[in-house]
């Protein structure tokens, strides 16, 4: 009995390490995707596949081009939203809200100010 017990927990361990491995693989295609651009963060936030259901929020957002953690922090903050948040437990209206943001947000800069060459600015740059 107890041979068969073991037996069985050895079981429910290998199923449950073959699922980690497969949503692991599917998840870092999912930001391979994002990274490229072939697919939007918003379009993930407001319908996410199976893979993404239970990733955390900020692990979508980092995946984009130039989204670092001060960025994905900063966006977040401004919607009231935890980088810890998982994207299955968004009410619509918090998925609303983020979409509309990430689809507004510009791709580049992060709103900052074009930057001429010496470093400075644009809008502080001086002529001589």
């Given amino acids: 009995m107890l041979s068969t ?30 990274a490229a651009g072939t697919v939007s963060a918003a379009a993930v936030v407001l319908d996410p596949p199976w893979e993404a259901a239970s990733m955390e929020i900020g692990d ?42 990430l689809e507004a947000a510009p791709s580049g800069n992060s709103g900052q100010a074009e930057r001429a060459p010496g470093g400075r600015a644009d809008s502080h740059a001086t002529t001589i």
Wanted: proline share 0%.
């Fill in 60 to 101: 979508l957002l980092r995946s984009q081009r130039r989204w670092g953690a001060a960025r994905c922090r900063r966006l977040l903050v401004s919607v009231g939203l935890s980088e810890n948040k998982q994207l299955d437990t968004l009410t619509d209206r918090q998925r609303e809200v983020l979409a509309a943001v």
């Fill in 5 to 34: 017990a073991m037996a069985d927990d050895q079981t429910q361990q290998l199923q449950a390490l073959r699922q980690a491995n497969r949503v692991r693989l599917a998840r870092a295609e999912l930001k391979r995707r994002v």
